[in-house]
């Protein structure tokens, strides 16, 4: 099983649209959390650390839900510009500090 | 903050020939990180350095493959031979810690034809 899943999508989505996917982690020690975004033939970027209460970024809002053992991103009033990848991130004790699990990513297109 | 860079944005080579990638990393950043990406197997994380030192380099694939970081300005990642198989975008990143995320450079794109 991985350490890190997400379900590929695409999630096609209608500009203006909200859209939300998850991506559960295995290791229940696992500590911090984050979302990257990924657009076509780029680098990952960071997009927002997920905190135990959740966290909202403008339209982008994050959820822990650590009893279950997933994350969530929410994108409201989806913009044309949202489309990417969308990458989930989890960091665990058991690492070493610096080493962070990367999902596969989920594809979001955002289409007029 | 000129972020990570890397070099050569784009790398072609044939096979046999050995590839060698730079990458600079943040100033201050304390771990750097050489990721490999494929459209089959994502995101792989290659070897990561702390303070200048190699702390896990159970990614790396073979023993084509090796990683320096001389000082904490600079890291190499080599392929020798190169394989087409190799072919890949290759990533450096660097940060303080997990806790704050990483910053990815802009990554080598190679080919080994």
């Known amino acids: 099983r991985k350490e890190v899943e997400q379900d590929p999508g695409p999630f096609n989505v209608p500009e203006g649209a909200t859209v939300a996917f998850n991506c559960t982690y295995s290791n229940s020690a696992s500590q911090s959390f984050f979302w990257y975004r990924q657009d076509c033939r780029k680098e990952p970027k960071l997009l927002m650390s997920?905190?135990?209460s959740g966290n909202e970024d403008g339209r982008f809002t994050a959820q822990l839900n650590r009893a279950s053992q997933y994350i969530s991103l929410l994108i409201r009033d989806s913009k044309l510009s949202d489309s990417a990848t969308y990458l989930c991130v989890v960091t665990t004790p058991t690492d070493s500090w610096g080493k962070l699990q990367f999902g596969a990513g989920t594809q979001v297109v955002v289409t007029p | 903050d000129a972020g990570v860079i890397q070099s050569p944005r784009h790398e072609v080579t044939e096979m046999g020939q050995e590839v060698t990638l730079r990458c600079k990393p943040i100033s201050g950043h304390d771990y750097l990180f050489w990721y490999r990406q494929t459209m089959m197997r994502g995101l792989e994380l290659l070897i990561y350095?702390?303070?200048?030192?190699?702390?896990?380099d159970s990614g790396m694939p073979e023993d084509r493959f090796s990683a320096k970081m001389p000082n904490a300005s600079f890291s190499t990642l080599k392929i020798q031979p190169s394989e087409p198989r190799d072919s890949a975008v290759y990533f450096c990143?660097?940060?303080?810690?997990?806790?704050?995320?990483?910053?990815f450079g802009s990554g080598t794109r190679l080919t080994v034809v």
């Open positions: 997920v905190y135990s």
């Open positions: 350095f702390n303070n200048n030192v190699p702390i896990d």
């Open positions: 990143a660097s940060s303080l810690g997990g806790k704050w995320g990483y910053t």
